[in-house]
């Protein structure tokens, strides 16, 4: 590295070269300091942290990624990651502040970086409705929250010292470090896993419908499969970590839990209240019949976690079936409505079934297809 790109090196943790001055001062010789281990850590430590939580900071992190990816020219989509942005720092969980804005890329994607700024894709944009948006973004907000990106730059940078920084190879390795952070290696699964459930949380905060969660993760599915590795595949679902199929089932578990143990959505596609068949919606415009699927099974959750259900609350009026007032699907025709509402009518009278009973019986579920496999395995060995 050039002496004149020395005072960038902290910058290249989050992928741009901008000047460090402003948040620590940086001399000729910095990578002897550098090298002194211990000091080396408390340094970029430091140098680190305020970049992640200063206003300046954050000031020179947005500028640095709106250079590197663009900044979308149309007010209406900036308007609405904003907005969206608005709804979720609102809620409760949501401690830090943050910054969003969206990129001209087509490509799907979304991501988050240091100081607290986030960037959405337009490709992400023209695929995902508001509720979907809305449980990304929780979701990026999370690692925020969770501090998951700075303590993982750290971590890299960490690994980066022990290995050669006192052995002289410090640009090349801080390069290697931004590297990894650019292709979010920094975030490990447990990390991916708590950033879906806080993410979760936030949303069910929000004004969002809760079947915003699990329908984003099927249209990654459905786009670009359990392993997609480029994208949003890195932000969302990197190889290492979930197959997002398993992501769709685990927002459908949290709609469950958050539901009382109520309302549940079967692999088919079937809206179950109290173990009761409700519904299986087909698909409508721009949603599949799984999506509309998770929003019917969302607004029920929500009104059974507010104790708005009540025998005999569901209702219909033309092909649209209403519960405590609320519009929770809109059927083919009056036929099917009215059977929607009278399922529902039936199943409001009966309790939640037990959560252990479930539980067993999906893990007995579970060994029992574990079992098939092994099956299967044996008979293939023997075969070969």
């Not at 002194?36 to 942290?49: E, F, R």
């Not at 993982?152 to 010292?161: D, E, F, I, R, S």
């Amino acid at each position: 590295m050039k002496g004149s790109v020395k005072t960038t090196v902290l910058a290249l943790a989050m992928g741009a070269t901008v000047s460090m001055t402003a948040v620590m001062p940086v001399s000729a010789g910095i990578f002897e300091t550098l090298a002194g281990g211990a000091i080396s850590m408390a340094y970029v430590s430091t140098a680190l942290n305020k970049m992640d939580n200063s206003p300046e900071g954050q000031a020179e992190s947005l500028a640095a990624a709106k250079e590197r990816t663009g900044y979308l020219d149309d007010s209406a989509a900036q308007a609405r990651v904003q907005r969206v942005m608005n709804n979720l720092v609102n809620t409760p969980l949501v401690k830090r502040s943050y910054v969003v804005y969206a990129n001209p890329s087509e490509e799907f994607n979304a991501f988050a970086t240091l100081g607290r700024v986030m960037s959405v894709n337009k490709g992400a944009l023209d695929l995902l409705d508001d509720d979907q948006l809305a449980y990304v973004m929780a979701h990026e907000i999370a690692h925020g929250e969770n501090k998951d990106i700075i303590n993982g730059a750290k971590k890299q940078v960490g690994v980066a010292t022990a290995a050669g920084l006192a052995g002289g190879g410090g640009s090349a390795i801080l390069a290697g470090v931004a590297g990894n952070y650019l292709n979010n290696q920094v975030f490990t699964m447990s990390q991916e896993k708590k950033a879906d459930e806080l993410g979760f949380k936030i949303l069910a905060e929000s004004q969002y419908n809760l079947g915003g969660a699990p329908g984003s993760m099927a249209i990654i599915r459905n786009k670009y499969g359990d392993r997609y590795s480029e994208g949003l595949g890195q932000v969302i679902n990197p190889n290492n970590h979930p197959k997002t199929s398993n992501r769709v089932k685990e927002n459908i578990a949290r709609m469950y839990a958050y539901s009382g143990n109520h309302v549940n959505v079967n692999e088919s596609g079937a809206v179950f209240v109290n173990g009761d068949n409700i519904y299986t919606p087909a698909a409508s415009g721009r949603y599949t019949g799984e999506e509309r699927s998770y929003y019917m099974a969302g607004k029920l959750a929500r009104l059974y976690h507010d104790n708005k259900v009540t025998p005999g609350s569901a209702s219909y009026n033309g092909a649209t079936v209403t519960v405590a007032g609320q519009s929770i699907i809109t059927t083919p025709g009056s036929d099917v409505a009215l059977m929607v509402a009278t399922n529902l009518n039936n199943a409001f009278v009966k309790t939640a079934p037990n959560a252990k009973a479930v539980k067993k019986a999906t893990n007995d579920k579970k060994a029992n297809n574990t079992d098939k496999e092994k099956k299967v395995n044996n008979t293939s060995k023997k075969s070969s």
